[in-house]
Each structure stands twice: as C-alpha cells, then as structure tokens.
C-alpha cells in the first residue's frame, strides 16, 4: 500500500520555517543598497531604505529621513518586518507546545496579514515619492528598483500568503495530531 498525501505530523514545521526565511528576505531589505539605482551619464545614484547617494566626482550622500516621506516609507516598512518577527517566535512557540498549537493559530494568520499590511505601505510610499516630479532624482533619469526592494516585496507577498495558511491551518486540526486514521490508496 502506498500513501499518498502530505504527512501533517512531519510536515507542521514548514510554516515556522517560511515566516523565518520571510525574517531573513527583511533583514537583507533593510540593509541592503539596492533600492534604487539610475545611471545618467555623468551622474550615478544609488540608494537603500534609509539613504540616497550620488556619485558625480565623489559620492554624496543624503538621508532620506530628512524627508517625512522616507520616515513614513521606513517606519511602515520596519513595524511590517518587526511583526514578521513576532509571527515567527509565536509560530516556533505555538507549533513546540502541543497543548498550545491551536489557540492562537489564527492570530499568527491576523498578525501576518497586519505585517503584510504595512510593509505594503511602505513599499508603496517609497517609489511613488521617489520618482515624484520635485522629486531627489535628477530629472529625465532611469529609476530601477533593485534586488533590495524585490526582497522587501517577497518578504510582504510572504507575510501575505502565510497568514492565508495559518488561517486555515486549524481546519486541519486532527491530521495534525494524528487524530485522523489515515486514508491508504490500493
């Protein structure tokens, strides 16, 4: 008899894991430099979450948090990837108490749709006043929204996706446990 299916018991971690591999792709959006580059000839720009720098003859850098737009951008980007976190320690919690596992299940899923929530917001207020016409940008330059940016938008697409998971991980509630007999294919 072979049996087909997912093995819930073995398989009840990989929720826990994907919301800490979510934590990483924010850590290295948060740190990392390749929000947005341009390169108009001579001038080169690049810049992350908390800075812009252009290069001309030697590099200039500028604080984007100078502006209330780049205090609005990293603040939400920031409380998106500090509830990420908290999702993570209470999914590594609820899934090694057993007596626990399903009573907040639920809220994890809520919580993550909170993180998606606002590093949404904040992935949305950065390129849209960046590339605003009285913008930092030189005008009649190529803006490219890098890798570092593509992490911030995995990071939320996975806060999102998970907390859909979380929410209708608790209708499976008895295969997890091994309640359930399970069903063999012949």
Same mark, same amino acid.
Request: glycine letters at 10%; one cysteine or more; a positive charge.
């Given at each position: 008899?072979?049996?087909?299916? /997912?093995?819930?018991?073995?398989?009840?971690?990989?929720?826990?894991?994907?919301?800490?591999?979510?934590?990483?792709?924010?850590?290295?959006?948060?740190?990392?430099w390749g929000w947005v580059t341009s390169q108009?000839?001579?001038?080169? /720009?690049?810049?992350?979450?908390?800075?812009?720098?252009?290069?001309?003859?030697?590099?200039?850098?500028?604080?984007?948090?100078?502006?209330?737009?780049?205090?609005?951008?990293?603040?939400?980007? /920031?409380?998106?990837?500090?509830?990420?976190?908290?999702? &993570?320690?209470?999914?590594?919690?609820?899934?090694?108490?057993?007596? /626990?596992?399903?009573?907040?299940?639920?809220?994890?899923?809520?919580?993550? &749709?909170?993180?998606?929530?606002?590093?949404?917001?904040?992935?949305?207020?950065?390129?849209?006043?960046?590339?605003?016409?009285?913008?930092?940008?030189?005008p009649f330059s190529l803006v490219q929204f890098?890798?570092?940016?593509?992490?911030?938008?995995?990071?939320?697409?996975?806060?999102?996706?998970?907390?859909?998971?979380?929410?209708?991980?608790?209708?499976?509630?008895?295969?997890?446990?091994?309640?359930?007999?399970?069903?063999?294919?012949?």
């Open positions: 008899m072979v049996k087909y299916g /997912l093995d819930y018991t073995r398989c009840r971690w990989i929720l826990p894991l994907l919301l800490g591999l979510a934590m990483i792709f924010g850590i290295i959006a948060l740190a990392g108009t000839l001579p001038v080169t /720009l690049q810049g992350s979450l908390w800075r812009l720098c252009t290069y001309f003859e030697d590099w200039d850098c500028q604080s984007l948090m100078q502006y209330a737009w780049g205090r609005g951008a990293a603040g939400t980007f /920031l409380v998106g990837f500090v509830i990420v976190c908290i999702c &993570f320690a209470l999914s590594i919690i609820a899934f090694a108490i057993p007596t /626990l596992r399903f009573n907040f299940i639920r809220g994890i899923g809520g919580l993550c &749709f909170v993180a998606a929530v606002f590093s949404l917001m904040g992935l949305i207020i950065y390129p849209v006043m960046m590339t605003r016409p009285p913008s930092i940008i030189p890098d890798w570092s940016y593509g992490f911030g938008w995995t990071m939320c697409l996975m806060a999102l996706f998970l907390g859909f998971f979380f929410c209708c991980l608790p209708l499976y509630e008895d295969q997890i446990l091994g309640n359930v007999k399970p069903y063999y294919y012949t």
